[in-house]
């Protein structure tokens, strides 16, 4: 085989740099976006935020402004006017405050209000205010310092706590925790009983019984009558006696199972269900961290003189330009610029492409959300239940573009309507064939809320099983299977019926 070069002519789409930044700028969620611009900021010489420059111009303006009535100050203090303006008051007169005021309000020069007001960034943010709620390992922590336990005890309970998970349990076995504390296994648990009698009741428990037995415990010791107390009526044997081996028949309502197991009635395992509904399975469920995020909407939707309009939220976000200062020097630096010239024409270039990236990407936003508005137009006057099966590929057919950059325009954006504030995605939803074929299809979000009402409002002794949602979503012309009704179930977080059921009261 004879080794030769050819020609060829040939046409391929190339990702350039410019082209690849562009695309990933219009993924980025809102605060990836601030997080980039500014990053921009501080790279390229030649962008600045137009709003930091309006607001050292306004600052400006005030200090001029207060430098002129300061020069006008002397020639009037030494008018008979500027006295005779002045409020003569007795020594055994008391000032009211209006009278204070007016004193005092000569001393104010327009300039100082300005920098007094101008100190108030001075003061920490809000965020810088919040202070940090106590976590469960600091609680045990205060109480360790507080109990009687010294020198090496205290240290083996403090590798106890800190082998805690968030939940208050010791998941960790004895043995490995004896090898850490270099001590006795008998000596690791009388440390570890002592920790189980802080608060809050049932932790540094190993398993769910053992928590429960340990709040059960409290309860019997508790006469102080702030907490719950076990009536009368109910054994606390036998409460302990379905917490140690009849958990598994308390999850799935094995009522009778557990009545005949024990010899007892079924109204004496309801009065000890009762008891152990009080008790808490997570001990460190009032400690967890978990708060609400914030969410700051990427457009907003209003309807202005009976038309939706889509207004785009840019407040916290850096309002580029090209430095005016560096694009007159790069004009007046001839043809001789050398480096200089060089480096500030490469800036230049990447300034213009950010700003242009940045409008088009808000163009493509406000442009696929006004489509979302058409096809989900009935959805913001009524609510959920008018809400229409949508694809990504009806809004690509209807905005021109590719149903790949209507995904990335719809990741992490948010939009606040007369609905609430919703993910775009939240408007991209399959649809579900409705019995008589007849109409267009209705929407997965409105079927799972429909069995959301549904189970709210069945009867707690006698919930309904996923085949009877079957058939009364069907007598309202919803054709769906009994599997789909138990993914959109758990989906919705909703326990399945056998679990649901509550004993009657």
């Known amino acids: 085989m004879d080794l030769r070069l050819d020609l060829r002519l040939s046409q391929k789409l190339v990702m350039t740099p410019q082209l690849q930044q562009a ?156 090898a850490d504390a270099e001590c006795s296994l008998e000596h690791l648990e009388s440390v570890l009983h002592q920790i189980q009698t802080f608060d809050p009741p049932g932790v540094a428990a190993h398993d769910l019984a053992e928590c429960l037995l340990i709040q059960l415990e409290h309860l019997q010791q508790d006469e102080t009558g ?144 006004t489509s979302l508005i058409k096809f989900q137009e009935a959805f913001l006057e009524k609510g959920v239940q008018y809400l229409r099966p949508l694809v990504l590929k009806q809004v690509a057919d209807d905005v021109g573009m590719h149903e790949s950059t209507i995904s990335r325009v719809t990741t992490n954006k948010y939009v606040h309507c007369p609905q609430g504030i919703l993910e775009l995605k939240f408007f991209f939803n399959a649809g579900i064939q409705r019995a008589d074929n007849r109409g267009e299809d209705m929407s997965s979000v409105t079927v799972r809320e429909m069995i959301r009402e549904m189970v709210a409002q069945e009867e707690s002794a006698n919930p309904l099983k996923d085949q009877e949602i079957v058939s009364k979503l069907k007598l309202k012309n919803i054709l769906i299977a009994r599997r789909t009704v138990a993914k959109y179930r758990a989906e919705l977080h909703i326990a399945s019926a056998s679990q649901r059921k509550r004993i009657p009261m």
Do not use: C, M
Request: aromatic share 6%.
């Open 23 to 178: 695309i990933k700028l219009l993924q980025l969620s809102r605060l990836e976006l601030q997080q980039t611009l500014e990053q921009h900021l501080v790279e390229n010489p030649l962008l600045e935020d137009l709003a930091l420059e309006t607001q050292d111009e306004e600052i400006a303006t005030a200090e001029e402004g207060g430098q002129q009535i300061k020069e006008r100050e002397p020639e009037s203090e030494g008018s008979v006017d500027s006295a005779e303006n002045q409020p003569v008051t007795k020594e055994s007169e008391t000032l009211t405050s209006e009278e204070w005021d007016n004193i005092l309000g000569n001393d104010w020069r327009p300039a100082q209000r300005d920098q007094i007001g101008a100190g108030d960034d001075d003061f920490p943010s809000y965020e810088q205010t919040l202070t940090k709620p106590t976590s469960l390992e600091e609680h045990l922590d205060w109480q360790l310092r507080l109990s009687s336990l010294e020198g090496d005890d205290r240290d083996i309970g403090r590798l106890i706590i800190g082998n805690l998970d968030e939940d208050g349990y010791l998941r960790i076995p004895l043995p490995e925790l004896q």
């Open 226 to 369: 702030l907490s719950h107390q076990i009536p009368d009526t109910v054994s606390k044997e036998l409460v302990a006696a379905i917490i140690k081996d009849h958990l598994v028949d308390l999850q799935k309502k094995r009522y009778p199972v557990v009545a005949k197991t024990l010899g007892v009635t079924l109204d004496e395992v309801y009065e000890a269900v009762r008891v152990i509904e009080t008790l808490e399975p997570k001990p460190g469920r009032p400690f967890s961290s978990d708060s609400n995020s914030i969410i700051i909407p990427d457009v907003y939707v209003v309807k202005y003189e009976g038309e939706w309009v889509v207004l785009l939220n840019e407040d916290g976000l850096p309002r580029l330009r090209v430095s005016p200062y560096y694009r007159r020097l790069l004009s007046h630096s001839g043809e001789d610029g050398g480096k200089t010239k060089t480096y500030l024409e490469e800036k230049l270039k990447g300034a213009q492409w950010i700003i242009r990236s940045i409008d088009q990407r808000n163009k493509t936003i406000v442009k696929v959300v």
